[in-house]
Nanobody, 120 residues
Framework: VQLVESGGGLVQPGGSLRLSCAASGFTFSHYYMSWVRQAPGKGLEWVSDINSGGGTTYYPDSVKGRFTISRDNAKNTVYLQMNSVKPEDTALYYC??????????????WGQGTQVTVSS
């Protein structure tokens, strides 16, 4: 199993960024996928979930209405569109696979992370 994130970088407050996570080594369309972030000096924070088919998504209040998770099962890729970013969105963003087809499943594989820095 391999998860490879890309798309991070420096963005100004109010700007947009799209993260991608390319998956390989498993049947991508069978699994819930997530984005999780870690800000400097802080713990892990769940950012979003998407079900295996892509029709159901979940967000915490901190990003709801600003971030959108999506997936392309034909390309084995999950995305995170980040709009109206804030300095507090600065973090290392990880793509993670849930162990099954449920939000209740723990994460079993993680990518290496992609850094997002929001600053003027």
């Amino acid at each position: 199993v391999q998860l490879v994130e890309s798309g991070g970088g420096l963005v100004q407050p109010g700007g947009s960024l799209r993260l991608s996570c390319a998956a390989s080594g498993f049947t991508f369309s069978h699994y819930y996928m997530s984005w999780v972030r870690q800000a400097p000096g802080k713990g892990l924070e769940w950012v979003s979930d998407i079900n295996s088919g892509g029709g159901t998504t979940y967000y915490p209040d901190s990003v709801k209405g600003r971030f959108t998770i999506s997936r392309d099962n034909a390309k084995n890729t999950v995305y995170l569109q980040m709009n109206s970013v804030k300095p507090e969105d600065t973090a290392l963003y990880y793509c993670a696979r849930r162990a099954g087809n449920s939000r209740q499943d723990d994460y079993d594989y993680w990518g290496q992370g992609t850094q997002v820095t929001v600053s003027s």
